[in-house]
Antibody, heavy 121, light 107 residues
């Protein structure tokens, strides 16, 4: 059974940094693209970033490009999200999600439980 | 950026009724569209991929149709557990985008 465990969220001041993690199990992590999706309080879903299976291909929403970095450690079955220069508008639940298909990483069949990031002074 | 517009924003129906949800794309996405269900306090769940394929474990009362710019999610007979928010998502091009959601409420 696929299991994704998000962690690392919390309260941070504007301009600060946080690092999210997503520990994966139940599938061959190194062969699937992984993605972060966020949801601001009471709002809809927003795609934020995707990383290919090998880690060399990365994609970002314009809203986070240059501030956030997605990475993965396939030896540890773990996905990361380094969030720098945080803004109030980054406040959201962040979900990691597994790609449905190995070759195409753009839709998501398994999700973590989410970790809440709050940016406030 | 491909904009997905979902309608209606909310739908009030009774158990046993049929629900029809719409998702319109600002440009063609071929069949590269999926549907997700989200209940309060839970992560989203994939229902439909490639416009019309049910994901693993999804009941047959859920069906998807459409291609190009117009898509429909149909729930043939609402069960109590189906009252939730539904999102469409396109995977045709970066950035990946979601629709604003349709909330299906109990009448």
């Amino acid at each position: 059974e696929v299991h994704l465990l998000d962690s690392g969220g919390g309260l941070e001041q504007p301009g600060g940094s946080l690092r999210l993690s997503c520990a994966a199990s139940g599938f061959t992590f190194s062969t699937y693209a992984m993605t972060w999706v966020r949801q601001a309080p009471g709002k809809g879903l927003e795609w934020v970033s995707t990383i290919g299976p090998g880690g060399s291909d990365t994609y970002y929403a314009d809203s986070v490009k240059g501030r956030f970095t997605i990475s993965r450690d396939n030896s540890k079955n773990t996905l990361y999200f380094q969030m720098n220069s945080l803004r109030a508008e980054d406040t959201a639940i962040y979900y990691c999600a597994k790609a449905l298909r190995q070759a195409i990483g753009r839709d998501f069949d398994s999700w973590g439980q989410g970790t809440l990031v709050t940016v406030s002074s | 950026e491909i904009v997905l517009t979902q309608s209606p924003a909310s739908l009030s129906l009774s158990p046993g009724e049929r629900a029809t949800l719409s998702c319109r794309a600002s440009q063609s996405v071929s069949n590269n569209l999926g549907w997700y269900q989200q209940k309060p306090g839970q992560a989203p769940r994939l229902l439909i991929y490639d416009a019309s394929n049910r994901a693993t474990g999804i009941p047959a009362r859920f069906s998807g149709s459409g291609s190009g710019t117009d898509f429909t999610l149909t729930i043939s007979s609402l069960e109590p557990e189906d009252f939730a928010v539904y999102y469409c998502q396109q995977r045709s091009d970066w950035p990946l985008t979601f629709g604003g959601g349709t909330k299906v409420e109990i009448k």
